[in-house]
């Protein structure tokens, strides 16, 4: 039983993660799979991947660009890299990827499948059920371009898949979940995240059981060669890429086209109840953190952040921007990325997950009283504007080792300097 579970739409953006930041995407992205799912299990972690508004707001904590199509691709790859050691404790693997790696899948599935027991040609076949559904029965005009497979050794699974329309310069992912799907063919998505662009050929729908029938039949008449003369002239008329199929209770995320973090692209009473629970919280449950150079509120405001990602509930991440605010962005929105403080990030972190295994889950449970106590402080606490806290990060972006695509952020001239 499988089900899609959302979508999203987002900017086609082309370039490649700098090595520097990929490496800490990866090491971040586990640490944060294994404390979800210390917390709340396997199922959950894959509900997550599940969900277009989470995942996008889990690709911006980690430093990748906040609205891009590259999340998709940085995020699978980072979490193929992150959790390949730790597939035999967590019991999870990822498959797939972008191009030529995403037509690995079924080897990749049926080496899992050997390793675990589980029926790795069952899960191939899986696989291409679901491409072929978001590739032929839904022609939204978006051609997919990557497909990852997320399994888990108890055969549940999670698909995470894009396309991309050349006209518009969009990609669309498409999220599915092997939780309550009962058809591959009849209203099978849990989510798919794009803007509208018109009408769209939607197969999966169950108003369309009639046409899936009749096209059988059509197939029988016509034969496949006049059957494809008929669908190139139709084709050729396409202008511009379709909407996602109708199902108005999935999730379905349209990110802008815009570079920069704007205020309307942020809930700021979020923002303000992370940064007060990071000055409140912070000395009470990281008194000995607190001691180690370069740990200080900036990283405990990141790491509050972090906790949401970890703890929130699926209402918390309408606005994935607010997410990039913890690392910044490697193409500099909405800053560049505060190396130092990412760093410590990961290392409270895996200290706390390290902990954890061993039974004490005193510093994971700190890191929920943060998120609980951000959450309380929301209608109460005031800061800074989104501008003004933005300006405040580029201008100390080189004392917390500012970093982009770009390369490292100069030390900012002072003001008698005349520049």
């Known amino acids: 039983m499988a089900r899609r579970a959302g979508s999203a739409d987002l900017p086609l953006h082309h370039g490649r993660v700098p090595a520097w930041l990929g490496q800490r995407m990866s090491r971040l992205g586990a640490v944060i799979a294994e404390a979800i799912i210390h917390h709340y299990g396997r199922d959950e972690f894959l509900r997550r991947l599940a969900h277009p508004f989470w995942f996008q707001s889990f690709g911006a904590v980690m430093g990748m660009d906040w609205h891009s199509s590259g999340i998709t691709t940085s995020v699978l790859g980072a979490l193929k890299r992150g959790l390949a050691p730790l597939e035999n404790e967590l019991g999870l693997r990822v498959c797939g990827g972008r191009g030529s790696h995403s037509r690995r899948t079924p080897e990749e599935l049926a080496a899992f499948g050997a390793r675990t027991g589980l029926d790795g040609a069952a899960l191939a076949h899986a696989s291409r059920l679901v491409a072929k559904v978001d590739s032929a029965a839904v022609q939204d005009g978006f051609d997919l371009y990557l497909h990852g497979f997320v399994v888990a050794d108890d055969g549940r699974w999670v698909v995470v898949q894009q396309g991309m329309n050349g006209i518009s310069r969009t990609a669309r992912r498409y999220h599915w979940l092997s939780e309550h799907l009962q058809s591959f063919v009849e209203a099978p998505h849990s989510a798919i995240d794009g803007p509208n662009r018109g009408r769209i050929v939607n197969l999966t729908d169950r108003r369309a059981a009639v046409s899936r029938r009749h096209q059988v039949g059509l197939l029988g008449e016509l034969g496949p060669d006049r059957i494809a003369r008929e669908a190139a002239i139709l084709q050729a008329r396409r202008a511009r890429p379709a909407p996602p199929p109708e199902a108005p209770l999935l999730p379905h995320l349209v990110m802008p086209e815009h570079h920069d973090v704007r205020p309307k692209d942020v809930l700021i009473r979020r923002l303000h109840g992370a940064l007060a629970a990071a000055a409140d919280r912070g000395p009470a449950d990281f008194a000995d953190l607190l001691l180690v150079p370069g740990v200080g509120a900036r990283t405990v405001a990141a790491l509050a952040m972090v906790a949401e990602v970890v703890h929130g509930a699926p209402c918390r991440f309408a606005d994935p921007a607010r997410f990039s605010l913890a690392h910044g962005g490697k193409d500099r929105h909405p800053y560049p990325v505060p190396s130092r403080v990412y760093d410590q990030t990961i290392t409270v972190m895996k200290d706390a997950v390290s902990r954890a295994r061993l039974g004490n889950d005193e510093r994971l449970a700190a890191l929920a009283r943060l998120d609980q106590q951000a959450r309380a402080l929301e209608t109460s606490a005031t800061g800074p504007s989104l501008p003004a806290f933005t300006a405040g990060e580029r201008h100390r ?22 520049g």
């Open 397 to 418: 972006s080189h004392a917390l080792g500012g970093r982009s695509v770009f390369g490292w952020e100069p030390e900012p001239k002072s003001a008698g300097s005349g």
